[in-house]
Each structure stands twice: as C-alpha cells, then as structure tokens.
C-alpha cells in the first residue's frame, strides 16, 4: 500500500451571460411574489433567488412566494449554465427588490411621519432608525397603498466592464493505491472555495459535495467507451460503466472563504461548476506521490494502474 497526497487550484470565470429580468412584487395584503424565468436543475438557485428578496425586503424567506419559469408569465432568464444564476439573475432580483423596498419606505414615511432616509426595514418591521419603537409592520405598511400592489422590474446584462468576477479554489487529498491490484482509494478530500458572500450553507455544501463526488467518479472509474466504426456506446448500463457508489466516496470537508465580493449580487459570484474543475488534478498528483507516476489520461483504472507499474515507474500515463 502507497500514500500520496496532492493538491490543485483553480479559477472560474462566472458572471457573464445572457440577459436576466426579475419582477417583485407587494399587494395590499402584504404578499411578496418574486418573478423570474430562471429554470432551477437541482442546484438550488430559486431558493438562493427568494432569500436575495426576502434579505432586501427585511422580511424572512416564508414571506415570499415564487413564480419560476412559466413562459406564460415569467421573464427571461438566461440558460442554467455556466455558473451564472445567481450572479445574473440574483442582480436582476436585488435591482427591482431595491426599487420595492424604496417604495414600501416612502408609503410608510407618511404613517410614520418620518423622512424616507430615516427609515429602516427588518424583520418585517419598517421602523425609524433612531427610535425603532416607532414601527410599522410590512402588512400594515402595504394596506396603506392606493393600487392593488406594488411592483417594480428590473432587467440586466450581466458581468462587469471594470473587472473580472474570479471563483477560487483550492482542493486537497490523500490517497492510497494497492499495487498488488492497482485499485487507488482516496481516504480523505478537503475543499476550500472562495465564492463570494454564501448565500445559503446548506445548498452551497451540497453543491461543492455533489461537485466533487462527480469528478471523482470522472477521475477513477467512469469512462465512455464507443465503437470507432460506428460510434456505437459499448458500456451503456451502471452495470459497466462503473459508477461510483456511496462506498466509494471519503468523507468531504468543506471549506469557504469569508469573502465577500464588491460586484455580485450581496456580495455572491460563481459556485456551480467550481467544485467540479479540481478533483481529477487533486487525485493525479496525489497517486503521483504515492507511486511517482503521472498520469494524463482518465480514467485512472487499476488496470492503468497495474500497466503502467509493470512497465516502470517514473514515466507519464
């Protein structure tokens, strides 16, 4: 048995793309509704969009309800891809959440009878910053309005003309491979991200988790195999293409960055594809410590492995 250990870093480009839109909406019940076209793939971006409204608005997350990606209704949203959902349209949702809030305080100054630039709102309270006991509740706020609701839309191109919107990260693991039989086991894996503002931990754990548990797979065990002729798959089940399980997986620290960036939205940038660029790197220069082999074809198969082993160490795979 041989351990190595190895590490990678990477930067990620997220930020840019298509046009987003977001309406927010407040009628005169005191419902919140956030609109967005944006499709959410499991990644957890529609939760990540309604927490954006709900922090500018001061209420909790239980007081916004979302419409997400009806093309009756809905505005455009660019293609979930690329990292750039929360970036793009996060933007798109502070902006017109900003402009409903800096409404609800002008509707409030009256009942308040306090200037707008006095006011706060959080916790679902609008209050006067020098003495909070004067409060309003958003709902006694909203039945104030003349109209059926207040709205406002935003609409934006995303990325910056004044700076690039870099994710880091750095990942880490130890190894262990047999050279009886060429299996390679990672025993432990560690990640740290720079991500900007975490919007939410929980998602943003997954997301890295799920990240990592995919490449690892991409770096180990899975691999297409096609029939040159007729590019026919030849592996086409789980039975064969060697996915790996949960058995296969170590345990995943996780670690972010207290970091919170100048341009995205409160503070946010790219997560989604991070996670996903250092695995394969992290684990070949972790088998190279181990065995003095680098391998740069993947998947690295304990019959690679073993290949490679009776033909010689100290030679690039």
């Given at each position: 048995?041989?351990?190595?250990?190895?590490?990678?870093?990477?930067?990620?480009?997220?930020?840019?793309?298509?046009?987003?839109?977001?309406?927010?909406?407040?009628?005169?019940?005191?419902r919140?509704?956030?609109v967005?076209?944006?499709?959410?793939?499991?990644?957890?971006?529609?939760?990540?969009?309604?927490?954006?409204?709900?922090?500018?608005?001061?209420?909790s997350?239980?007081?916004?309800?979302?419409?997400?990606?009806?093309?009756?209704?809905?505005?455009?949203?660019?293609?979930?891809?690329?990292?750039?959902?929360?970036?793009?349209?996060?933007?798109?949702?502070?902006?017109?959440?900003?402009?409903?809030?800096?409404?609800?305080?002008?509707?409030?100054?009256?009942?308040?009878?306090?200037?707008?630039?006095?006011?706060?709102?959080?916790?679902?309270?609008?209050?006067?910053?020098?003495?909070?006991?004067?409060?309003?509740?958003?709902?006694?706020?909203?039945?104030?309005?003349?109209?059926?609701?207040?709205s406002?839309?935003?609409t934006?191109?995303?990325?910056?003309?004044?700076?690039?919107?870099?994710?880091?990260?750095?990942?880490?693991?130890?190894?262990?491979?047999?050279?009886?039989?060429?299996?390679?086991?990672?025993?432990?894996?560690?990640?740290?991200?720079?991500?900007?503002?975490?919007?939410?931990?929980?998602?943003?754990?997954?997301?890295?988790?799920?990240?990592?548990?995919?490449?690892?797979?991409?770096?180990?065990?899975?691999?297409?195999?096609?029939?040159?002729?007729?590019?026919?798959?030849?592996?086409?089940?789980?039975?064969?293409?060697?996915?790996p399980?949960?058995?296969?997986?170590?345990?995943?620290?996780?670690?972010?960055?207290?970091?919170?960036?100048?341009?995205?939205?409160?503070?946010?940038?790219?997560?989604?594809?991070?996670?996903?660029?250092?695995?394969?790197?992290?684990?070949?220069?972790?088998?190279?410590?181990?065995?003095?082999?680098?391998?740069?074809?993947?998947?690295?198969?304990?019959d690679?492995?073993?290949?490679?082993?009776?033909?010689?160490?100290?030679?690039?795979?």
């Amino acid at each position: 048995m041989k351990r190595g250990r190895g590490m990678s870093m990477m930067i990620y480009r997220g930020g840019p793309g298509s046009p987003s839109a977001a309406e927010v909406r407040l009628d005169r019940s005191g419902r919140i509704t956030l609109v967005s076209g944006l499709m959410d793939v499991g990644e957890g971006a529609t939760t990540v969009l309604t927490q954006m409204a709900a922090d500018v608005l001061g209420v909790s997350y239980a007081d916004v309800s979302a419409e997400f990606a009806d093309t009756r209704s809905t505005p455009n949203a660019p293609i979930t891809a690329g990292s750039t959902a929360t970036f793009s349209s996060g933007t798109a949702v502070v902006q017109a959440a900003t402009e409903v809030r800096w409404q609800l305080l002008e509707l409030a100054s009256t009942g308040l009878e306090a200037p707008v630039q006095e006011l706060e709102v959080a916790e679902g309270l609008v209050f006067v910053t020098s003495d909070p006991s004067r409060h309003m509740s958003v709902k006694d706020v909203a039945s104030r309005m003349e109209g059926d609701f207040l709205s406002a839309s935003a609409t934006i191109t995303p990325g910056s003309t004044d700076y690039i919107v870099n994710s880091f990260g750095a990942h880490f693991a130890e190894v262990e491979v047999d050279t009886d039989t060429g299996r390679v086991r990672v025993l432990r894996y560690a990640a740290a991200h720079d991500s900007g503002r975490i919007i939410n931990p929980q998602t943003a754990l997954n997301q890295v988790e799920g990240g990592i548990s995919q490449m690892l797979g991409f770096a180990l065990s899975e691999e297409l195999v096609t029939d040159g002729p007729t590019g026919v798959t030849l592996n086409g089940s789980y039975l064969e293409h060697k996915s790996p399980t949960s058995q296969d997986y170590p345990n995943i620290e996780v670690i972010f960055a207290d970091c919170v960036d100048p341009i995205g939205p409160l503070g946010a940038k790219a997560l989604g594809e991070v996670p996903s660029v250092g695995p394969a790197a992290t684990i070949a220069n972790a088998i190279y410590d181990a065995i003095g082999v680098r391998f740069t074809q993947l998947p690295i198969t304990p019959d690679r492995v073993l290949k490679t082993l009776s033909e010689g160490q100290g030679q690039s795979r």
